[in-house]
């Protein structure tokens, strides 16, 4: 669609144009083979913070278990020792 004028106060008939247009093209997809597939690969994405957890997990249990001003000189996470996993 590109950049929209983001003044509130004003409406750019440019802008108004490709959300119709946008709106019209999404709209003749909706329903389809082809939709449907989208949305199936959508739902197959792996979207789970389980790697993210698994570092702030890392990062409390250092913390908790060597003490606070210990863990927070910690720069990369392969530096904390296995044990504390």
């Known amino acids: 669609m590109g950049s929209f004028n983001v ?3 004003t409406v750019d008939p440019a802008d108004v144009t490709a959300v119709a247009s946008t709106v019209r093209r999404a709209l003749k997809q909706y329903d389809t083979p082809a939709f449907q597939e989208m949305v199936q690969n959508c739902m197959a994405q792996d979207l789970y913070c389980k790697g993210p957890a698994k570092k ?18 910690v720069t990369r996470w392969r530096h904390l020792p296995r044990k504390t996993w």
């Open 7 to 9: 003044e509130c106060e």
């Open 56 to 73: 702030w997990r890392r990062f409390f249990l250092a913390w908790v278990l060597r003490g606070a001003s210990q863990a927070s000189r």
